[in-house]
């Protein structure tokens, strides 16, 4: 049983992770009604307003990319469009509100225009990660000298490239016109972390892969860099401090790390809580994710195995059967709630405020740290 | 005046700037840094052309280079104005090389400046990485600026090279039968980023929009002609006979201007360009086509009048005194006539 205490409300929570799934949340307060908001549906008209636009940009002109842009969708709906929801609900959190849209003068307009602003990094971002997705989709020559190239992968390989490229310029575009060069460094470090972050897995060395260290830059680099510094570019266009701006990266940071581990725990559980019922997509690719990290720490002996590699099946069964033995997952969902709690901790930080909205959409941004724990998926 | 060599003008500063080029392009991950080094090495660097037009440019426009400061002060953040339009240059290099790899691996090219292509050596995949590396460190630079209007005009840069890619790669339409198409798509892929750092360099400088629309003519035109000349030198190569060029735009089923042109006298060549040149037969028949008509003349008249159009810019310019500017000015129009007689 976990209980955190945070500005005056207690927040009880306990949850059986690797056993039972799903945690329970009983929420006190002694000033206002706290119901479970789905933070989603806080900012469901925004992510349509999003979407929208976004479809626009990338549909216009380019006939070729049509059938890349289908692509683009499918990879948008996924996470059910989790990194903008962040954005949004930051945007709010950090006291910017939604306009009304029967406004006063020319507060309103300048809020209006602001949020708009916001909304922009959202799709810059969104765009951002679906051409990093298609740019690590490339294939190299070697896998298409195996017999898989078929003209269909060369196909998919250039329009990959194309694809991608289109995306990153106008994400260029639109980050121009932001006319905030702070912002345009912060999205180009995204873009620097993500390809770092690829080719240090395509190119890890044995001992590399042993590394918790390595390991936990790399997913930095790779998920939560994207989430941090687009949430730090949403304070930076609101002109909070850099403290502030500090703690919405701080936020988004741990958020992804938190996320990327449940992930990596889920690849190997699944939606049951037992081993080997996940896709296992990342050993048999031979990523070694942190549960297996953690297993190799108790059994030394898992670290032969690793370094022999997972092109072999059998060598994923021993995998399993320590990782069974071991620590490795229950450590991983500590870690994970680790970094769920920072994230909870930075929206705590944040400057008090009696705003509904903001007190609302801070709630949502903490609610969505314990989801993001918790999910089965 | 006499002609002095716009390369020499500018030769420690390329030094400078290449050596920057290759530290700003280190990365802390190792294949990745090797893979955007790749063309940056000594050796493999290009002509330098971009970087030349850009150092020349800044001067003629009366931003002068300071004095070499005493080794051992470190290398202070680019307050100064020479500097600043000096990574325009970087930037410029580094948008440049990126477009390449791309490139390369949508065209499955072997090889590139007389190198492997990083494809070819390095894998599809990493040759994409660096690209968006180099990609990204190229905003990096651009951001540390600080002015959002030039922001504005490599972001612009980024998008028509990706457009002009596009354009290329649509063959299956009847534009690329026309003239406007080919000019636009030559805008996009070559022009557009010797055009906009031009007058990026101009507004660093904080000069008047039409000085900077001068710029931009300048590297606008210059841009052109050097593409339509190279377009006339893949058909007849450092000879002036036809077909002994490295004929790889025809091969590649890219319809240039000197075809372009001969279809106009010749309507049965759209026939043949039709059927495409896979079959080598089909790319002696427009050879020959070609040949008859005036389409290799035609293309030097309109390099010509697009370099003509480039110098009338830099005449166009305020005028000067001081003899730096005056030999600038004249290295720039130099420029001009060497795109258009270079035999390679």
């Given at each position: 049983?976990?209980?955190?205490?945070?500005?005056?409300?207690?927040?009880?929570?306990?949850?059986?992770?690797?056993?039972?799934?799903?945690?329970?949340?009983?929420?006190?307060?002694?000033?206002?009604?706290?119901?479970?908001?789905?933070?989603?549906?806080?900012?469901?008209?925004?992510?349509?307003?999003?979407?929208?636009?976004?479809?626009?940009?990338?549909?216009?002109?380019?006939?070729?990319?049509?059938?890349?842009?289908?692509?683009?969708?499918?990879?948008?709906?996924?996470?059910?469009?989790?990194?903008?929801?962040?954005?949004?609900?930051?945007?709010?959190?950090?006291?910017?509100?939604?306009?009304?849209?029967?406004?006063?003068?020319?507060?309103?307009?300048?809020?209006?225009?602001?949020?708009?602003?916001?909304?922009?990094?959202?799709?810059?971002t969104e765009m951002i990660h679906v051409a990093s997705l298609l740019h690590d989709d490339v294939l190299d020559d070697a896998d298409t000298r195996r017999g898989i190239g078929?003209?269909?992968?060369?196909?998919?390989?250039?329009?990959?490239?194309?694809?991608?490229?289109?995306?990153?310029?106008?994400?260029?575009?639109?980050?121009?016109?932001?006319?905030?060069?702070?912002?345009?460094?912060?999205?180009?470090?995204?873009?620097?972390?993500?390809?770092?972050?690829?080719?240090?897995?395509?190119?890890?060395?044995?001992?590399?892969?042993?590394?918790?260290?390595?390991?936990?830059?790399?997913?930095?680099?790779?998920?939560?860099?994207?989430?941090?510094?687009?949430?730090?570019?949403?304070?930076?266009?609101?002109?909070?401090?850099?403290?502030?701006?500090?703690?919405?990266?701080?936020?988004?940071?741990?958020?992804?790390?938190?996320?990327?581990?449940?992930?990596?725990?889920?690849?190997?559980?699944?939606?049951?809580?037992?081993?080997?019922?996940?896709?296992?997509?990342?050993?048999?690719?031979?990523?070694?994710?942190?549960?297996?990290?953690?297993?190799?720490?108790?059994?030394?002996?898992?670290?032969?195995?690793?370094?022999?590699?997972?092109?072999?099946?059998?060598?994923?069964?021993?995998?399993?059967?320590?990782?069974?033995?071991?620590?490795?997952?229950?450590?991983?969902?500590?870690?994970?709630?680790?970094?769920?709690?920072?994230?909870?901790?930075?929206?705590?930080?944040?400057?008090?405020?009696?705003?509904?909205?903001?007190?609302?959409?801070?709630?949502?941004?903490?609610?969505?740290?314990?989801?993001?724990?918790?999910?089965?998926? | 005046?006499?002609?002095?060599?716009?390369?020499?003008?500018?030769?420690?500063?390329?030094?400078?700037?290449?050596?920057?080029?290759?530290?700003?392009?280190?990365?802390?991950?190792?294949?990745?840094?090797?893979?955007?080094?790749?063309?940056?090495?000594?050796?493999?660097?290009?002509?330098?052309?971009?970087?030349?037009?850009?150092?020349?440019?800044?001067?003629?426009?009366?931003?002068?280079?300071?004095?070499?400061?005493?080794?051992?002060?470190?290398?202070?953040?680019?307050?100064?104005?020479?500097?600043?339009?000096?990574?325009?240059?970087?930037?410029?290099?580094?948008?440049?090389?990126?477009?390449?790899?791309?490139?390369?691996?949508?065209?499955?090219?072997?090889?590139?400046?007389?190198?492997?292509?990083?494809?070819?050596?390095?894998?599809?995949?990493?040759?994409?990485?660096?690209?968006?590396?180099?990609?990204?460190?190229?905003?990096?630079?651009?951001?540390?600026?600080?002015?959002?209007?030039?922001?504005?005009?490599?972001?612009?840069?980024?998008?028509?090279?990706?457009?002009?890619?596009?354009?290329?790669?649509?063959?299956?339409?009847?534009?690329?039968?026309?003239?406007?198409?080919?000019?636009?798509?030559?805008?996009?892929?070559?022009?557009?980023?010797?055009?906009?750092?031009?007058?990026?360099?101009?507004?660093?400088?904080?000069?008047?929009?039409?000085?900077?629309?001068?710029?931009?003519?300048?590297?606008?035109?210059?841009?052109?002609?050097?593409?339509?000349?190279?377009?006339?030198?893949?058909?007849?190569?450092?000879?002036?006979?036809?077909?002994?060029?490295?004929?790889?735009?025809?091969?590649?089923?890219?319809?240039?201007?000197?075809?372009?042109?001969?279809?106009?006298?010749?309507?049965?060549?759209?026939?043949?360009?039709?059927?495409?040149?896979?079959?080598?037969?089909?790319?002696?028949?427009?050879?020959?086509?070609?040949?008859?008509?005036?389409?290799?003349?035609?293309?030097?008249?309109?390099?010509?009048?697009?370099?003509?159009?480039?110098?009338?810019?830099?005449?166009?310019?305020?005028?000067?005194?001081?003899?730096?500017?005056?030999?600038?000015?004249?290295?720039?129009?130099?420029?001009?006539?060497?795109?258009?007689?270079?035999?390679?």
């Amino acid at each position: 049983m976990i209980i955190y205490v945070r500005s005056g409300r207690e927040t009880l929570s306990w949850s059986f992770p690797s056993l039972l799934g799903l945690g329970r949340q009983i929420h006190q307060s002694s000033s206002l009604i706290e119901e479970q908001l789905d933070p989603f549906s806080l900012v469901s008209d925004e992510l349509s307003l999003v979407a929208n636009r976004l479809r626009a940009m990338v549909i216009a002109e380019v006939p070729k990319l049509a059938s890349a842009a289908e692509y683009f969708f499918r990879l948008g709906v996924e996470g059910k469009r989790f990194r903008p929801t962040v954005l949004l609900l930051m945007a709010t959190a950090l006291n910017v509100h939604i306009p009304e849209p029967v406004g006063g003068g020319v507060g309103d307009t300048v809020a209006t225009e602001l949020r708009t602003r916001q909304q922009s990094i959202a799709e810059i971002t969104e765009m951002i990660h679906v051409a990093s997705l298609l740019h690590d989709d490339v294939l190299d020559d070697a896998d298409t000298r195996r017999g898989i190239g078929s003209l269909n992968a060369v196909m998919g390989n250039k329009l990959a490239v194309l694809a991608g490229d289109f995306l990153l310029s106008r994400a260029c575009v639109a980050l121009a016109a932001l006319k905030n060069t702070e912002v345009v460094s912060l999205v180009a470090t995204v873009v620097e972390n993500l390809v770092m972050g690829e080719t240090m897995q395509m190119t890890t060395s044995s001992e590399q892969r042993c590394s918790m260290d390595y390991y936990i830059q790399k997913t930095y680099y790779k998920t939560a860099s994207l989430i941090s510094n687009s949430c730090k570019a949403i304070a930076l266009l609101a002109g909070r401090t850099a403290e502030v701006a500090m703690l919405a990266f701080e936020y988004g940071k741990n958020l992804g790390l938190a996320f990327q581990l449940i992930d990596d725990v889920l690849d190997f559980t699944g939606t049951s809580a037992s081993l080997g019922k996940g896709s296992l997509s990342d050993i048999q690719q031979g990523i070694v994710t942190a549960p297996i990290l953690f297993a190799m720490e108790e059994f030394p002996q898992l670290h032969a195995i690793v370094y022999q590699g997972f092109d072999n099946p059998e060598n994923i069964e021993i995998a399993l059967e320590y990782l069974g033995k071991s620590h490795g997952i229950q450590r991983t969902r500590e870690l994970a709630m680790k970094h769920a709690n920072l994230a909870a901790a930075a929206i705590d930080s944040l400057p008090e405020s009696n705003d509904e909205n903001v007190i609302r959409s801070r709630r949502a941004l903490v609610d969505l740290t314990q989801r993001v724990i918790t999910r089965n998926k | 005046m006499e002609r002095v060599d716009p390369f020499s003008l500018v030769a420690n500063e390329l030094s400078l700037i290449a050596t920057r080029l290759r530290s700003m392009v280190a990365a802390e991950v190792p294949n990745l840094a090797s893979a955007a080094e790749y063309f940056f090495k000594i050796g493999a660097e290009g002509k330098r052309f971009r970087p030349t037009v850009l150092l020349l440019m800044a001067t003629a426009l009366d931003v002068h280079i300071p004095e070499l400061s005493p080794p051992g002060i470190g290398d202070t953040l680019p307050t100064d104005l020479r500097t600043r339009q000096q990574r325009i240059a970087e930037i410029t290099e580094m948008i440049h090389v990126a477009s390449l790899l791309h490139d390369d691996v949508l065209d499955d090219a072997d090889t590139r400046r007389g190198v492997g292509s990083l494809n070819a050596v390095m894998g599809n995949k990493l040759a994409v990485l660096a690209g968006d590396f180099l990609l990204s460190r190229a905003c990096l630079t651009l951001a540390s600026l600080k002015n959002t209007e030039v922001v504005t005009l490599i972001a612009t840069v980024i998008e028509n090279l990706v457009t002009g890619e596009t354009m290329q790669l649509t063959t299956a339409s009847n534009k690329r039968f026309s003239m406007e198409y080919y000019m636009q798509k030559t805008y996009n892929k070559t022009a557009s980023l010797i055009s906009n750092s031009c007058k990026s360099v101009a507004l660093l400088a904080g000069h008047t929009a039409e000085i900077a629309m001068l710029a931009f003519e300048y590297g606008k035109n210059l841009g052109l002609a050097f593409q339509l000349i190279d377009d006339v030198l893949d058909f007849t190569g450092t000879s002036a006979s036809l077909g002994k060029g490295s004929l790889s735009d025809i091969r590649h089923g890219i319809i240039t201007a000197p075809i372009l042109f001969a279809m106009e006298e010749y309507p049965q060549l759209r026939a043949v360009v039709d059927k495409g040149f896979d079959n080598p037969a089909n790319v002696d028949i427009a050879l020959e086509y070609l040949g008859k008509s005036r389409g290799i003349e035609r293309t030097k008249e309109l390099a010509m009048k697009h370099a003509n159009l480039a110098a009338a810019a830099i005449d166009s310019l305020p005028q000067s005194d001081d003899e730096d500017v005056i030999k600038s000015r004249q290295a720039l129009i130099d420029l001009t006539q060497r795109v258009i007689t270079r035999n390679k």
